[in-house]
T-cell receptor, first 115, second 110 residues
């Protein structure tokens, strides 16, 4: 089983619908992130959380919200989806210990299409 | 916003050749530098990280860092068809958030 699991893997929805993407991890990492990937734009940070009580906006947080339900779970919500939120979304984790290299461990991605 | 720029692709190299990928970054406070490989339809995976000026070698991969020039590169020696992928440059700061470049797609011709 993958260490970082995202659900759903693929989702097609309509403009205005509320969507939740879920992420769970078994790596024991405190730090979790949500990125979106668009062709030609690379990975852009939406939100990140360094522990259960810590939530921070990334560079493109407008239109998104997150919830850190537990150390292992970090969900991303689109309250009212719009077509330009069509993208590939990645959840990632990283360690915060003394050996932290900053390496991110990615989930398999959730492809969202908003019609 | 911290900017990370990569040389535009796609980059096509013959099998056995050296593929050279370049990345520049805007923030002089950047402390850690990463190269991720992403196969089509897959998630990124780390192949190299480097913190200090100079070269770091791992098998067929060499990362080079020049902080004065704000430049980091990746060399892939003896390129193989399995190296065909998009390579993402990422730059980290003291809070360990990473900023990514747009990626360079490499195709190795058999």
């Amino acid at each position: 089983d993958a260490d970082v699991t995202q659900t759903p893997r693929n989702r097609i929805t309509k403009t205005g619908k509320r969507i939740m993407l879920e992420c769970s991890q078994t790596k024991g990492h405190d730090r979790m992130y949500w990125y979106r990937q668009d062709p030609g734009l690379g990975l852009r940070l939406i939100y990140y959380s360094f522990d259960v009580k810590d939530i921070n906006k990334g560079e493109i947080s407008d239109g998104y919200s997150v919830s850190r339900q537990a150390q292992a779970k970090f969900s991303l919500s689109l309250e009212s989806a719009i077509p330009n939120q069509t993208a590939l979304y990645f959840c990632a984790t990283s360690d915060n210990g003394g050996a932290n290299t900053g390496e991110l461990f990615f989930g398999e991605g959730s492809r969202l299409t908003v019609l | 916003q911290k900017e990370v720029e990569q040389n535009s692709g796609p980059l096509s190299v013959p099998e056995g050749a050296i593929a050279s990928l370049n990345c520049t970054y805007s923030d002089r406070g950047s402390q850690s530098f990463f190269w991720y490989r992403q196969y089509s339809g897959k998630s990124p995976e780390l192949i190299m990280f480097i913190y200090s000026n100079g070269d770091k070698e791992d098998g067929r991969f060499t990362a080079q860092l020049n902080k004065a020039s704000q430049y980091v590169s990746l060399l892939i020696r003896d390129s193989q068809p399995s190296d065909s992928a998009t390579y993402l440059c990422a730059v980290g700061f003291n809070d360990y958030k990473l900023s990514f470049g747009a990626g360079t797609t490499v195709t190795v011709r058999a």
